[in-house]
């Protein structure tokens, strides 16, 4: 069974990621591409350049047109390729964040966007279709036009570049240490800090497709070689993306990790206040409600999506909003593509540091001080099939919750288990849509009281393999 999740699809290679399911994918989604065709990209993973192969050979033999990135590829200049040159559709081969053992495809639709439901369902319905999977050579696909290779880096690094302050970040003279987590940013990130005449140093940029043995993803647990170096070598930033270079780490000047919700709040805050614009905020349901504070002072509005971020890009169209993101480390802004990019939002961070000389720690105290403190806990559990099956029937069946001490204000079962309570606190519990994991997320103004949140849904489901 292939079925897509709010990431896309994602399988352990040799397992469910195998040549024949990657073709078979291809050849279900053959059924509906239109005749502009289909972007495929791929990372550094295992496999990844030889699963967009794969793709292409059936694309090809089945008279459909595929402009092929010759180049290992971020997951947004994939999609930044689908907006710009107009094509309906588009392919990532990334596992994203995930762990090394996994890999996987995004689809994106017309205008770059994340595949949303409709569309994934009906990759789906498609596959239960296929009777035979066509393919023919990479070489004769090329020599029959039908594959086209194209490198829009250029294009890509430009359009980062002409939406970013860059006169003011030459002026600032900053310098940065980056981290690619051996994923695929090097090559954009480098060229836009330089051309900004950043200092820039580089580690973990080799070709490892085993990511060094951690985990792909710019969290406070894998970003202690980075945050070393930026302490010892005095660096103004560290700068993470993950493995397909959607997402953002920071590592501020002092050591310190820079939590995604405050990422989020510091860009949101700057370009309302120092910047002048106007526009609502997008998050998903794991995401603070500072931005909703912000938001209402500014006379914006802050709109509450479930997770994924092709909710987030929908809702964001639908309302003109200004900014959208996830506490995960996705953000985007009005203007730039219609999902998550790790490098622009890497860009705009340094834009915030450089224009006005403060730390990104001298925003977020003045947030603080307008908005009062938040604090957040997060936390994940893993699960058996029987387990999610009891999981399932206590919290959507039979509806049940722990005893909070707090009044409750409402309750929403549109994305997992959301409580929130009078005094603007909340607690969610949800099943991830890309591992086997059960998340609980809380936020409150007393550390000890969001803990204690996430603590009341572990120990009353009986949630203890923590991961």
């Known amino acids: 069974m292939i079925k897509f999740g709010t990431g896309g699809w994602r399988e352990l290679i040799g397992e469910g990621f195998t040549k024949s399911n990657v073709q078979l ?36 033999a089945n008279r459909k047109k595929v402009w092929f990135i010759d180049r290992v590829a971020p997951t947004p200049l994939v999609m930044f390729t689908v907006q710009n040159k107009g094509i309906s559709y588009g392919m990532a081969v990334t596992a994203s964040h995930n762990p090394a053992k996994y890999n996987g495809i995004k689809v994106f639709a017309h205008g770059g966007k994340d595949a949303d439901r409709n569309l994934t369902d009906r990759i789906e319905e498609e596959i239960t279709r296929v009777k035979e999977v066509k393919s023919i050579t990479f070489g004769e696909g090329l020599a029959k036009g039908y594959i086209e290779k194209i490198n829009p880096m250029n294009e890509y ?40 005449r950043c200092d820039v140093a580089i580690i973990n940029d080799r070709h490892d497709t085993l990511f060094g043995g951690r985990l792909p993803s710019p969290e406070a647990a894998t970003l202690h070689k980075l945050r070393d170096v930026v302490i010892e070598n005095g660096y103004d930033l560290g700068i993470a993306t993950d493995g397909d270079a959607d997402r953002i780490g920071i590592i501020d000047s002092k050591g310190n990790y820079v939590h995604p919700n405050m990422l989020l ?23 603070t409600h500072i931005l909703d504070a912000i938001a209402k002072d500014f006379g914006q509005q802050s709109h509450e999506v479930p997770v994924g971020f092709k ?17 995960s480390g996705g953000l985007t802004i009005r203007g730039h593509i219609n999902g998550k990019d790790g490098i622009f939002a890497a860009a705009l961070l340094v834009e915030i540091v450089a224009v006005s000389g403060k730390s990104l720690a001298d925003y977020w105290s003045e947030i603080e001080n307008r908005y009062g403190k938040h604090y957040w806990v997060e936390t994940s559990y893993g699960y058996s099939a029987e387990k999610r099956g009891e999981l399932m029937d206590i919290l959507f ?71």
């Not at 350049?49 to 059936?58: H, R």
């Open 265 to 287: 709040a510091i860009l949101y805050y700057y370009l309302l206040k120092y910047k002048k614009q106007t526009g609502d905020v997008v998050r998903n349901v794991a995401t």
């Open 157 to 196: 690094i430009d359009a980062i570049i002409n939406q970013i302050d860059m006169e003011s970040i030459r002026k600032a003279g900053l310098r940065l240490a980056i981290d690619p987590m051996f994923g695929v940013s090097r090559t954009a990130l480098l060229n836009v800090l330089i051309t900004a």
């Open 397 to 467: 069946k039979q509806k049940k919750l722990p005893e909070f001490e707090e009044k409750i204000s409402r309750v929403s079962y549109e994305d997992g288990v959301k409580v929130y309570f009078e005094n603007g606190d909340w607690v969610i519990t949800r099943f991830s849509g890309t591992e086997p994991l059960i998340r609980v997320f809380s936020e409150s103004s007393n550390k000890d009281t969001a803990e204690k949140y996430a603590k009341r849904f572990q120990e009353y489901l009986h949630l203890d393999q923590e991961s």
């Open 311 to 327: 909710n987030i890009s929908a809702k964001m169209e639908e309302t003109n909003a200004l900014v959208g993101g996830e506490s």
């Open 25 to 60: 994918i291809a050849q279900a989604m053959c059924s509906f591409l239109d005749d502009t065709g289909i972007v495929i990209g791929y990372d550094r993973r295992f496999l990844s350049d030889s699963a967009a192969v794969w793709a292409a050979e059936v694309f090809a």
